[in-house]
């Protein structure tokens, strides 16, 4: 019989798990399986889930009830846990909730959002943050999954939204027999681009990926076997490409900090009017000048003719498979700091870059240098 790999461990440092309902607007993902709640509760954890916070992904009360969770009625409940995992960052309703004897384990991305910084600031919450939580091939293992889901999202969305009803240009990404498939660019070749290049490829588009790294680069064209066109990253090929582009997807990443803005507002009026931009990076501040963050009830705003797709948690448009995604990766770490509590940052280095908040203070340095 396998065993799980989280069985035969001592008792937890940090007992009493909560799992709160996620209050972003359209977010339907929870922090939490079933399956996730189980392996913690076998380390002897309990694990406090609020009621209907698994349902927007498929998961009822009765199924944490069935592993051994509780369900608790009121996020308050949820809240007065000593370990909270969440999707995304504190709104500010949840402010009130925040105090110097709680560990936050979440989305953060406070570069964008700075007065949730403010708010952890203030509580004295310790705070770790998924998407600053390395591994040793120095990635991004928590952020992965999202990323992956999210640029996969992009093409989908940017395919949707080119459609003449929606206000776009009336074009099919992979084009017909005789006509030519649309011109798609991705600026970012990471693991949101390289998600949407390959899901661009699949409906038949035409694809250039761009990215500032030549090492990237070649192992875009290792990968691709010649479907693609890479190019390395400056204003000039950046300006030509997007002028010619009926989709333009924004992936570019800086861990921990605001991204640059790589697409001017001067480059977006270039672009043919009905031509749609998605920027994966709003939730770092965006890297196309033009983009406001949007919501998936309201995805999209027209800037000089260009249709702009910019949701902030685009992944919670399918919460079933992006929970699962989560919480395949979140979970060891989730146990990890159950178990040791925050003495975890003084032999996990992986841990310590996820933490940014302690003691009043934001620690992570690349956090802090982007606070305004």
Same mark, same amino acid.
């Given at each position: 019989? +396998?065993?799980?790999? %989280?069985?035969?461990?001592?008792? =937890?440092?940090?007992? @009493? $798990?909560?799992?709160?309902? *996620? ?8 922090? &939490?399986? =079933? ?7 076998? /380390?002897?954890?309990?694990?406090? #889930? *609020? ?19 509780? /369900? ?27 105090? !110097? ?12 959002? !700075? ?5 952890? #600031? ?26 992956? $889901? ?15 009803? &929606? ?13 030519? !498939?649309?011109?798609?660019?991705? /600026? ?59 989709? #333009? ?10 991204? !640059? ?5 001067? %480059? ?37 003719? #260009? ?24 979970? =060891?770490? $989730?146990?990890?700091?159950? %178990? ?23 620690? @992570? +340095?690349?956090?802090?240098?982007? %606070?305004?």
């Amino acid at each position: 019989m +396998q065993t799980s790999p %989280m069985t035969n461990m001592t008792s =937890p440092a940090i007992r @009493n $798990i909560g799992v709160p309902k *996620e209050i972003k607007g359209d977010e339907r993902r929870v922090a &939490l399986t =079933p399956d996730g709640a189980s392996e913690l509760i076998a /380390i002897g954890c309990n694990v406090l #889930v *609020e009621h209907d916070a698994g349902v927007g992904s498929g998961f009822s009360d009765d199924q944490y009830v069935g592993v051994g969770a509780t /369900i608790v009625n009121t996020p308050n409940e949820a809240w007065a846990a000593d370990l909270v995992v969440k999707v995304k960052e504190p709104q500010e309703s949840e402010f009130s909730f925040l105090r !110097p004897d709680l560990t936050l384990f979440t989305y953060l991305h406070l570069a964008a959002y !700075p007065k949730v910084a403010d708010a952890l #600031v203030k509580a004295g919450t310790t705070a770790f943050a998924y998407e600053t939580v390395t591994d040793a091939n120095g990635g991004l293992p928590l952020l992965a999954p999202m990323s992956e $889901i999210a640029g996969k999202l992009a093409t989908q969305m940017g395919a949707h939204h080119l459609s003449a009803h &929606l206000g776009g240009a009336g074009v099919l990404l992979g084009g017909a027999p005789g006509v030519a !498939p649309a011109s798609v660019v991705v /600026i970012g070749g990471g693991n949101v681009g390289w998600a949407a290049a390959t899901m661009a490829l699949g409906l038949g588009a035409h694809v250039t990926v761009i990215d500032a790294s030549l090492d990237r680069l070649r192992w875009i064209d290792e990968h691709s076997f010649g479907r693609l066109i890479h190019l390395a990253s400056n204003r000039s090929t950046i300006a030509r490409s997007v002028a010619s582009a009926d989709l #333009v997807i924004g992936a570019v990443l800086v861990a921990g900090d605001k991204a !640059p803005v790589v697409v001017t507002e001067q %480059m977006i009026a270039t672009m043919r009017p009905g031509s749609v931009v998605v920027d994966v990076a709003i939730d770092q501040g965006g890297c196309i000048e033009t983009s406001e963050e949007t919501s998936h009830a309201n995805p999209t705003r027209n800037v000089h003719g #260009v249709i702009h797709y910019a949701v902030g948690n685009m992944p919670g448009a399918v919460p079933q498979t992006s929970t699962l995604a989560l919480t395949n990766a979140t979970l =060891p770490r $989730i146990a990890k700091l159950a %178990m040791h509590g925050r003495s975890v940052v003084d032999f996990d280095q992986h841990m310590a870059e996820g933490l940014n908040i302690e003691g009043g203070k934001i620690v @992570n +340095q690349t956090v802090a240098q982007s %606070m305004p």
